[in-house]
């Protein structure tokens, strides 16, 4: 008997039946669009609880990016964005801790912006294959190649690489950033297919590196075709996929700029965000008056976060959970992310 009530009370975490159920009842009212049911709320919700307790207790702010998981985002996060947002936010936290849930770069951007606070990971190593495609050896070799050309560099790489660049971007700004740079010829790392998107529409010459997001380089014009089931649906295309999908696009941008149209548009026609499906979950949660199709694609890093995780980095960080970068990269990766931010 002392052993399950024990068994329990870990399970519950000391939580009352009645919080318990009134939790499971705010997550179903959000995640339950999804097709989470209220036992699957039931099963979540002494984590939450522990989390957000947790959290406000240690001063902890949790930035999530919009491809988590539902339970994340409705769960436990205090703020949901793109890059560029989340950058942002980043700077505005009054906590002295943030803990992101995202990948390992977006953190280290915090971190770079923040170097007073300790920035946390729920998981250690969770990478992006865009951020993993190149060196600072890659873009000082690119630097020599093309002296004077100004280096603009995507927001998905490590501090290592923003601390070679002028400025960084994000897929929200990329092309404002672009346009008003005082050069006809840039660097652009790592992204090739967003380097090609860029020099299309700013008519700019811009050298590329061969770097590519596997999730959404990996959309083909035949998949694009069933995704979009008929003629008539909005197609709304991230600027990592590939020219060709852009091309076919109605719209383009990044998760921000897909954001604002869901928040703005009155549209009765299907909407497909080519992005990651946690995007387009958040979406189906926020604005339900709109009809949005699945992408099914999936970011396995993005998925990496989990509730028991985060629990467990809140509970006990250790060495590994917490983001530290070299001083002198810090400072030099600064000023490109800091640049970035004056767009
Ligand atoms: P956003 O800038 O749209 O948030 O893109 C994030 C990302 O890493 C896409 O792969």
New binding site residues.
Partial sequence: MVIIEKQIEHVTFGFTQEEIEKEAQRLYSKIGHLGWTLNDCLDIAPLTLRINKLKKKRGVHILA??YQTPDIIFGVADNVG???GLSKKATEVKENTILFCG?EFMAETAKILNPEKTVLVPKRGIG?TLADSITREDVRKLKEKYPGAPVVCY??TTAEVKAEADVCC???NARKIVEKLDSDTIIFVPDYNMGVNLAKITGKRIITYNGH?R??DRITKEKLKLLKKNKETLVFS?F?CKPEIIELSDLVG???DMHRFSKSSKTSKEVLFVTEQGFIDRMKVEYPHLKFLDSNMI?PMMKQSNLINILDCLENPKRENIIEIEEEIRKRAFNAVNNMLKY
């Fill in positions: 990016h919009s793109d890059s560029l990948v992006c927001v998905n994000t897929s929200a997001c999730t959404h991230h990592e990044g998760t921000g970011c």
